[in-house]
Structure formats: C-alpha cells, structure tokens
C-alpha cells in the first residue's frame, strides 16, 4: 500500500507527515471546509488501483477519560465522523477503516454519530465489521482496548485475527522492556544526542522525590505520607496517575499526555522520568526513523492520537487479502 493523500488542519501534523511521506499530498484544511469534489478528483487519479479510506475522528469526545466535555450535543469534533461519510458516498472509495475510542461503539442508535456513519455505510453497498479489541492481543505492549471498523464494497471483508496471549501464534503479549530497554537512559528534561526524539519533559523537584520513591510498577500508594496529593487522600481513584510502567508488562493505554508523569502510568520502569516521546512513540510500535516535529505537547498529542502502527499494518494485509479473495488484485 502507498499512502497518496492527508487531511488535517494540525500545523504540526502536517510538518510530521510531510517530513515521513515526502511524496504523498497533505492537504492542510478544516474536514467541514472541504468539498467531495476535491476529494473525488484527487483519488481519480489513483484509480484504477484499489482506493482505500482511512479516517480517525478525534476521540477526546467519546473517551470515558473525558470528565469535562460540555455534552456531545456542544462539542464541536462529534460531527467529523459525520464528514468522513460524506466523502465515502461520494468517492465510495474500494475500503474504509475506522479507529476510535470503545466508547464511540455505545453511541450506535441511528440518531448517534456511529449509528448514523454504519447507516450511510450500509445504504452505500459497504459490507461492515467492527467491534473493540484489545491492543495487545495485536503484538501491541499496552493494555488498552480500541474500537476498530473495516468495510469494503466488494463483499464480506473482517477485522484480523489476535495474534497474541492464550490460543494464538505467540502465547505472550509484548512488554514495556521488549519495545523500549535498548535506548540509551537519560534524564528528566533532558534529549539524547543521537537518537531521534528521545526527549523526556522535565520534572519539579517534588515530582522527582516522587518517582524516587515509587518502584517498578507502583504508584503513588507507595508515596511516603508527606508526598500525597491532599486531593489524592481518603480518594480510590487516579490509580494510575503518577505511576511507573512495569518492564514485563504491557504499559496502560497511551494518552495524548503520555509524557506528563503526572497524567498517566507514565514513569519509566526504572529511570527516574516519565517516558521521552521516542518511547512513547516505540510503544505505540512507530518504527524508530519516524521523525515528529512540533513541541513536547504537540509530539506527545501526535503519538497518542495515532493508531498503533503495528495495527494498521495487520489491518492493511488483512485489506490485500480481501482484495486478493474478491479478484481486485492479482
């Protein structure tokens, strides 16, 4: 598969993606702003090879972590989806894939916006599968669960099979120590030398006797008294905040703040920091030549936001051999 072709209206995003895919177009716009047309006549040129739709609405809207969203009926991203079909009725690209929050799956009335796009999808000759999965019965180091759709306009086509844990190829899942315990350590707020974006963000010096006092896997449970948030205490939630990853253990889901030690299982198993955005990015399974531009929170918001590159490899070679069934492709 060739990428050809971006939409975004992120500036950093569009810095990334040029400087990863020099070669393919990336059309710097606001969805709701652009028309079919121009879409239509971009992939014209693709044709007649097979045409494949890839559209990842913001999932902040959808997301259970999400405790201050004005209401779905305000937030100004819930239409996107909305937008996505739009371009699918009117290009009916070959395939569709969507990726999202689970959360997004329980909005599935015909009023809701994935009710609504599986609805267009139907009434525009797309067969459809899609359900949650957890990441790393994919080879993917985190524990954290996804809502995964693919569609195809030539017949049946399904989401691919785990290939890890119980009953799998691989018994094991992958682990925090297979994916990032080659870099080289460094410190808090500090950028290494020679390996690409291995950044961590800088920590204050209450933060730094924290992560000092908390071991491989722990949390702030382990904090000495005197370190505990007075907003923490008598309070069994944020069990994650403000803890280590465990090396022999997928991490937790990785966020649009997965390098802020206080936002997340984000401390390094054993270097006393959160993890640098090149181990952020390892753990979303980016291979370790992909360049991100923009500053710490921008890079961070990229790699969270991003579907695991591992998934979306098993979800193009799962689309050839479709392809491949239907006799789209020799």
């Given amino acids: 598969m060739e990428i050809s072709f971006a939409l975004d209206h992120d500036a950093n995003v569009r810095e990334s993606f040029q400087a990863n895919f020099p070669d393919a177009r990336f059309e710097f716009a606001d969805i709701r ?12 040129a693709e044709r007649p090879n097979p045409v494949l739709f890839s559209g990842c609405a913001p ?5 259970k ?3 201050k969203r004005p209401g779905l009926d305000q937030d100004e991203r819930v239409p996107l989806l909305a937008h996505f079909a739009r371009f ?15 959360g997004l799956q329980k909005l599935d009335s015909a009023s809701q916006p994935f009710g609504d796009f599986l609805n267009r999808l139907y009434k525009a000759g797309y067969e459809v599968d899609y359900r949650p999965i957890l990441l790393a019965k994919y080879g993917i180091p985190q524990s954290r669960r996804r809502l995964v759709l693919v569609g195809s306009r030539h017949g049946a086509v399904s989401i691919p099979d785990e290939t890890h844990g119980p009953g799998t190829p691989k018994e094991n899942y992958t682990t925090v120590r297979d994916w990032i315990s080659h870099l ?3 410190r808090a707020g500090e950028e290494h030398e020679e390996v690409l974006n291995h950044k961590a963000a800088n920590l204050s010096e209450r933060n730094l006797d924290r992560i000092k006092a908390t071991p491989e896997g722990g949390g702030e449970r382990d904090w000495p008294e005197y370190l505990k948030l007075e907003c923490h205490k008598g309070f069994t939630g944020y069990s994650d905040v403000y803890g280590r990853m465990a090396w022999d253990s997928p991490a937790s889901g ?6 802020s030690y206080s936002n997340g299982r984000f401390g390094h198993p054993e270097q006393d920091r959160a993890i640098s955005i090149r181990e952020a990015a390892c753990l979303q399974t980016f291979p370790e030549d992909f360049v991100f531009d923009g500053s710490m929170a921008s890079m961070a918001r990229q790699i969270g936001n991003a579907v695991p590159v591992r998934l979306a490899k098993l979800i193009g070679q799962q689309f050839i051999e479709h392809l491949k069934d239907v006799g789209r492709l020799s």
């Fill in 33 to 44: 702003m652009v028309s079919v047309d121009m879409i239509r006549q971009r992939i014209e």
């Fill in 59 to 63: 999932c902040q809207p959808f997301s």
């Fill in 65 to 67: 972590q999400n405790t």
């Fill in 88 to 102: 699918v009725e009117g290009c009916r690209p070959d395939l569709v894939f969507v990726e999202n929050v689970p």
């Fill in 184 to 186: 080289p350590a460094i």
């Fill in 254 to 259: 990785l966020t649009t703040r997965c390098i």
